[in-house]
């Protein structure tokens, strides 16, 4: 079946401008995740949805960052006021019920370059 | 928080050979152990991972072992095949969705 999907796959945006990253999870998928991966680095844990529940924003490096997620399914990840330091790739990932299984299914990622 | 090191960054073995890496962490709390494999232009998969009242787990040519009482846990390929030359992540976890990972580690298997 169809994976996790992301879009844009590539972006670049001039310092200070806006932008919004978008995940299609998993069909059915309860949780959502989103990560950023530096060069070189591994993953960086953003923010968790799961269900209805409040999600846990605790890796949210500033104020500038926030995620929502539509109907428990589509999520956006925005950045404002883009810094140099944002350039990054953001991968999103779902899960079934933690319940059930816990390994995360990962999207492709969208690579974020701000000039 | 939860710090996981990953050593080797890099890991050039020859076709056939096996491949060991090794990871610690600083949280005595986490009790689930994933490895994720990337390759390039992808995101991470998952290929085998292990929760703390095991110490070792087997899937045909990749194993991973835990050591709680040193906070340290291994990928092991055994056979290794051109195929398996990519990205390598661990991570841990307390609560099975907050992952903390290492910073990876590339695998080149030479033909």
């Known amino acids: 079946g169809a994976g996790v999907s992301q879009s844009p796959s590539n972006k670049v945006t001039e310092k200070g401008k806006d932008v919004e990253l978008r995940c299609d999870p998993i069909?059915?998928?309860?949780?959502l995740y989103w990560y950023r991966q530096s060069l070189g680095q591994g993953l960086e844990f953003l923010i968790y949805f799961q269900g209805n529940s409040a999600p846990d924003k605790s890796g949210l490096p500033s104020d500038r960052f926030s995620a929502e997620r539509t109907g428990g399914s589509v999520s956006t990840l925005t950045i404002q006021r883009t810094q140099q330091e944002d350039s990054a790739v953001y991968l999103c990932?779902?899960?079934?019920?933690?319940?059930?299984?816990?390994?995360?299914?990962f999207g492709p990622g969208t690579r974020l370059t701000v000039t | 928080g939860e710090n996981v090191e990953q050593h080797p960054s890099t890991l050039s073995v020859q076709e056939g050979d096996s491949a060991v890496i090794k990871c610690t962490y600083s949280?005595?709390?986490?009790?689930?152990f994933p490895w994720y494999k990337q390759e390039l232009g992808k995101g991470p998969q998952l290929i085998i991972d292990?929760?703390?009242?095991?110490g070792e787990k087997k899937d045909q040519r990749i194993a991973v072992t835990l050591n709680k009482t040193a906070k340290h846990f291994s990928l092991h390929i055994t056979e290794t095949q051109p195929e398996d030359s990519a990205v390598y992540f661990c991570a841990a976890s307390r609560n099975d969705y907050k992952l903390s990972f290492g910073a990876g580690t590339t695998v080149t298997v030479r033909a």
């Open positions: 949280d005595s709390a986490s009790n689930y």
């Open positions: 990932a779902s899960s079934p019920d933690r319940g059930i299984t816990y390994e995360q299914y």
């Open positions: 292990i929760r703390s009242n095991v």
């Open positions: 069909s059915g998928h309860t949780a």
